[in-house]
C-alpha cells in the first residue's frame, strides 16, 4: 500500500472534548473552499434555470454539493496525511496533528460523499449525482495520488477542480449545453495561475513533502510563468464568451474586461519580479476575480 494511503496516525492521537472534536471534523471539510465549491455551484445553478428559478430544488442542490464537497476534502485529507505532517501550513490540519485519526477521517469521508449521493439523485437529478461521482472519483482517486509522481498533476486536477458551475448547471436543467462548458472551461484556465501562485508561495514546503508541482521542480520559473501568463489571457478570453452566447449582457461585459485587466496585471507583475509577495497578488487576484466574474453573470442574466 501506497505510504499517502497507509492508515497509522504520524502523531498521536490527541484527546480532544467534544467541542474541540467536532472542530476537528469540521475542518476536515475545509470549509472555505466547500463554501467557494457551494457558492459557484449556485452561480451555475441560477444561470443554468431556464424559467423561474425553483428554491426547493436548490436548497437540495446546494446542500448535497455542500456535504459532497466536505466528504472529498476528508478524503483527500486522509490521502494526503503524511505529506500534511511534512509541510508547515499543512501540519496543524486535524489528521496529522492528532485531532483526528486516518481511520476516522477515511470513514467521515466516506460517509459524508455516499451520503450526498444518495441525497442528490432522489432530490436533485441522477446527472448532478454523477457529475459529483466523477468529480470524487477525479479529485481522490485520479489527482490526489499523481502529486506526488507528476508536475502534470495540476492540469489532471483542474478537470474536478472545474465542475462545481457544471454540477450546478446539471442541477437546474437537468442536461448540459454549451454555456455550461463555456463556464467550465473558465474555470478549469483559472486554476492554473490561481494554484501556481500558491505553489510559487510555498515550494519549499511542496519540495518537503515530495509534491512536483511546476514551480517546485524547475530553477528559474521561466515554464511557471508562461504557462501563468497564458492560461491567464485565455481565462480572460473565454470570459467573454458568456456575452457573445447572450447567457449575460453588457454590464456583465464590461466587468469581465475590467476584472481580467486587474487580474493580468498581478500576472504580469509577477512574470516582472518573480517574487512571493507577487504570487500573493496573484493568489488575491484570482479568488476576487471568479467569485466576481460569476456574480456579475448571474445579476446581468437574472
Known amino acids: 500500500m501506497p505510504k499517502s494511503l497507509a492508515l497509522a496516525s504520524p502523531t498521536p492521537v490527541v484527546a480532544l472534548g467534544l467541542r474541540d472534536r467536532l472542530a476537528a471534523y469540521w475542518a476536515l471539510t475545509k470549509p472555505r473552499i466547500t463554501f467557494e465549491v457551494v457558492l459557484i455551484a449556485a452561480f451555475g445553478f441560477l444561470l443554468g434555470t431556464p424559467g423561474p428559478v425553483d428554491w426547493a430544488r436548490f436548497c437540495h442542490a446546494m446542500l448535497g454539493i455542500g456535504l459532497l464537497s466536505g466528504g472529498i476534502a476528508a478524503l483527500n485529507q486522509w490521502m494526503e496525511h503524511p505529506a500534511d505532517g511534512q509541510m508547515r501550513r499543512t501540519a496543524t490540519r486535524p489528521i496529522p496533528s492528532g485531532k483526528v485519526t486516518p481511520f476516522q477521517a477515511l470513514l467521515f469521508g466516506l460517509v459524508l460523499t455516499i451520503g450526498a449521493e444518495a441525497y442528490l439523485c432522489p432530490t436533485v437529478n441522477p446527472l448532478t449525482a454523477v457529475l459529483g461521482l466523477a468529480t470524487a472519483i477525479g479529485y481522490v482517486w485520479i489527482y490526489t495520488p499523481l502529486k506526488t509522481r507528476t508536475w502534470l498533476s495540476t492540469a489532471i486536477g483542474s478537470f474536478p477542480g472545474a465542475m462545481p458551475p457544471l454540477v450546478g448547471w446539471a442541477a437546474a436543467a437537468g442536461s448540459l449545453s454549451l454555456e455550461a462548458w463555456v463556464l467550465f472551461a473558465i474555470m478549469f484556465f483559472w486554476q492554473f495561475p490561481h494554484f501556481y501562485a500558491i505553489a510559487w508561495m510555498y515550494r519549499e514546503d511542496y519540495r518537503r513533502a515530495g509534491i512536483g508541482m511546476l514551480p517546485v521542480i524547475e530553477a528559474d520559473g521561466r515554464r511557471t510563468i508562461r504557462q501563468t501568463l497564458i492560461t491567464a489571457l485565455v481565462t480572460v478570453g473565454l470570459s467573454l464568451l458568456p456575452f457573445w452566447l447572450g447567457l449575460s449582457g453588457w454590464i456583465y461585459l464590461a466587468g469581465a474586461l475590467l476584472l481580467g485587466a486587474l487580474f493580468l496585471q498581478s500576472c504580469l507583475v509577477l512574470a516582472r519580479t518573480r517574487t512571493n ?22 445579476l446581468n442574466r437574472l
Open 277 to 298: 509577495l507577487a504570487a500573493r497578488r496573484v493568489l488575491r487576484a484570482s479568488v476576487v476575480y471568479l467569485p466576481m466574474l460569476f456574480l456579475l453573470m448571474t
